[in-house]
């Protein structure tokens, strides 16, 4: 079910721990879906000098935050925002479908620690910040019965699922 | 050799070599279709009817009473369709439990979605249902109740005799799901009062694709699948013949083992329940501790999530269940913990484990002493964790 990419993160997570005097911290997921991620940074002349994580969740969320904070130490603040769930799934070999949006938070997590870095830093406070790019869509049925969250039509009722 | 524990046994189990040697002749040598007239058919049709006494004899039934099918799904889907539709005229409404198997509570949907009503009954902390609640729901449209003798998930033996006694006085037809019963406790329909049993050949240590429905002797039911007059007229289609005498001869050894399987799977269950709430902490016990499966241990561990845990355990050789939303292929967490009234995010951590006779002390020994080592590191990695430990230095 899962690449060996992301069975080796899972097994051996990088960077795991937490950064006592970090200069961002982001958070994303909820622990009622059963994923959520907080990333801490530590920031030098514009670089990420230090990238650390705590996560609950499954394995693909645990591989995640450990791709995400390999991916992008060392690089500037341009080059980590830059980086997308897609890339992240990419470098990890793949994640199965129905893990693409809901433990794929690890792009979410360190754009917002970066968001908190800048806000600190007198950049645009982040209040102002539009939270609609943090929004994770979830593939849900109106109607009671259990769907994959691929699929178009609820296999129970035939109706169209709204993405 | 590398360690292999295996403790997921309600989701498969290894075939036992006594059934596969009965039904290796059905394969080739005794391949006959048991409907067609020569003897090379009717031969094969007396032996489906041998398995079939021996599957009624589990359970206290008549051997007219049985009708095979392929899995505990088909039985249930029966059960509730084939009443549902039979019985019409007689009302459209039907009770089912909120815990109940997904081939149960969509089968239960599909029918809000025709002109029936369907309740969804609550259950308490433990997962019981309330036999006195089931009177109050009953009108005069009912035509079935449905709820599992016991659950897969929190082990849970429900009432049943009760519950049956209940249904038997307001006349509607019961069904109970025992695919997670027959093959763990003794079950006898007759006792039991109830008018319909699903069992899965699983449990027995038959072919996964082999189960049967119990429906007392009288009783109208409209088919499934329509066909020819296989099965007295209820199932249409060849007979899954190997399939069948696997089941048969499972049922025939679980009969004389089941009592010695009930006292060494007890034993090694109350060890690893025990083991893991003294060398775990913030772990709860799911389901009730002591009207349960005996086989059956159930847990939520805080902080961390069941999917993470099951593949980190098995890279330890250690092979269990979880119901986290994560591991679902719906990414829904487990009805059943929702129903029972745990916390969403505590659902996430629920990790169940299904023994059989094959465990031994060994294999719990071995657990207990990764479990915690597994529970820790992942608990390390976790922020929730953090901030629980954060809270109460602070406190």
Known sequence: MYSEEVMKHFAQPKNVGEIKDADGIGEAGNPVCGDMMSFYIKVKDGRLEDVKYKTFGCVAAIAVSSKVSELVKGKTLEEAKALSKKAVAEALGGLPKEKMHCSNLGAEALGKAIADYEARHGGMPLAEQTEKQFEVTLGCCDCSTENPPQAKFCMSCGKELKK | ?395
Request: charged fraction near 25%; glycine fraction near 8%; hydrophobic fraction near 40%.
């Open chain 2, 1 to 395: 050799m590398e360690k292999k524990v295996y403790l997921d046994n309600a989701a498969a189990t290894p075939v036992r070599k006594e059934v596969i040697e009965e039904m290796m002749p059905f394969f080739d040598a005794e391949f006959g279709n048991p409907s067609t007239v020569y003897d090379m058919g009717s031969r094969i049709k007396a032996v489906v009817d041998v398995q079939r006494a021996k599957v009624a004899e589990l359970i206290g039934a008549r051997p007219e009473e049985i009708i095979f099918t392929s899995g505990g799904t088909e039985a249930n889907n029966l059960a509730i369709k084939g009443i549902a539709f039979a019985h019409r005229k007689k009302g459209n409404h039907i009770i089912v439990a909120a815990t109940e198997h997904h081939s149960v509570l969509n089968s239960a949907r599909f029918f809000e979605r025709l002109d029936y009503e369907v309740t969804f009954l609550k259950v308490d902390e433990y997962g019981l249902v309330d036999p006195q609640r089931i009177r109050e729901l009953i009108r005069p449209e009912t035509i079935l109740v449905s709820i599992a003798y016991a659950s897969n998930e929190i082990g849970t033996i429900q009432p049943i005799s009760e519950i049956a006694e209940v249904c038997k006085n307001k006349g509607v037809f019961f069904h109970t799901d025992g695919v997670a019963t027959v093959g763990n406790i003794p079950v006898d329909v007759k006792q039991l009062g109830v008018d319909l049993l699903s069992l899965s050949g699983i449990p027995l240590e038959a072919p996964k694709g082999t189960g049967a429905l119990y429906f007392r002797k009288g009783l109208r039911l409209m088919p499934l699948l329509h066909g020819g007059i296989q099965e007295s007229g209820r199932r249409g289609g060849t007979e899954n013949v190997p399939g069948i005498v696997g089941l048969g001869k499972a049922a025939e050894l679980t009969l004389q083992e089941l009592p010695q399987k009930m006292r060494h799977v007890k034993v090694l269950r109350d060890k690893l329940v025990s083991g893991v709430i003294e060398s775990i902490e913030s772990v709860k016990l799911t389901g009730h501790p002591e009207t349960r499966l005996p086989g059956h241990a159930s847990f939520c561990v805080q902080a961390i999530e069941g999917e993470a845990l099951v593949f980190m355990l098995s890279s330890e050789g250690i092979y269990v269940n979880t119901g986290s939303a994560c591991a679902s292929k719906a990414l829904k967490t487990s009805p059943v913990l929702l129903a029972i009234g745990i916390p969403p995010e505590l659902a996430q951590g629920s990790i169940v484990f299904t023994l059989d006779v094959t465990n031994t002390e060994e294999d719990i020994d071995y657990v207990l002493e990764k479990l915690p080592f597994v529970v820790g590191r992942l608990r390390s990695m976790s922020p929730l964790w953090g901030k629980k430990e954060t809270a109460q230095a602070s406190s």
